[in-house]
Nanobody, 124 residues
Framework: QVQLVESGGGLVQAGGSLRLSCSAS????????RGWFRQGPGKEREFVAA????????DYADSVKGRFTISRDSAKNAVYLQMNSLKPEDAAVYYC?????????????????WGQGTQVTVSS
C-alpha cells in the first residue's frame, strides 16, 4: 500500500522558516509528479507547490511564490518544502501529494495519493 508520510511541521513565529519533508513508501513514486497542498481553518484545500518527475519543472501558488521552494531527492524518494518568511495566513495542515501526470494537472487537484498531513502554526 502506497504511503506518503509528512514531517517537519510545527510552531514558528511570523517571519521564520520551516522545512517540510515527505517520504514515500513505494519506489515507483520516484517517477511521479509530487506536490504540496494546504488546508487552513474553515478553508478548502488549496494547491501550494509542485515539482515534476525530473525536478526540472516547478510551479507555485501566487501566495507563496518567492517564499517557498519545493525540491526532491529521487535517491531518497523524498520531496521537501522549504518555507521562508512565514506569515500567519500560511498556518494550515500541509499535505503531500503524488500524481502520475504532470505539474499542470496536479495543480488542478488531480492527485493519486495523499499524505496524512502535518500542522504548521504561525504566531504573529
Amino acid at each position: 500500500q502506497v504511503q506518503l508520510v509528512e514531517s517537519g511541521g510545527g510552531l514558528v513565529q511570523a517571519g521564520g522558516s520551516l522545512r517540510l519533508s515527505c517520504s514515500a513508501s513505494e519506489r515507483t513514486l520516484s517517477t511521479y509528479t509530487r506536490g504540496w497542498f494546504r488546508q487552513g481553518p474553515g478553508k478548502e484545500r488549496e494547491f501550494v507547490a509542485a515539482i515534476s518527475r525530473s525536478g526540472g519543472t516547478t510551479d507555485y501558488a501566487d501566495s507563496v511564490k518567492g517564499r517557498f521552494t519545493i525540491s526532491r531527492d529521487s535517491a531518497k524518494n523524498a520531496v521537501y518544502l522549504q518555507m521562508n518568511s512565514l506569515k500567519p495566513e500560511d498556518a494550515a495542515v500541509y499535505y503531500c501529494a503524488a500524481h502520475g501526470g504532470f505539474v499542470t494537472t496536479i495543480r488542478a487537484g488531480r492527485v493519486d495519493y495523499w499524505g496524512q498531513g502535518t500542522q504548521v502554526t504561525v504566531s504573529s
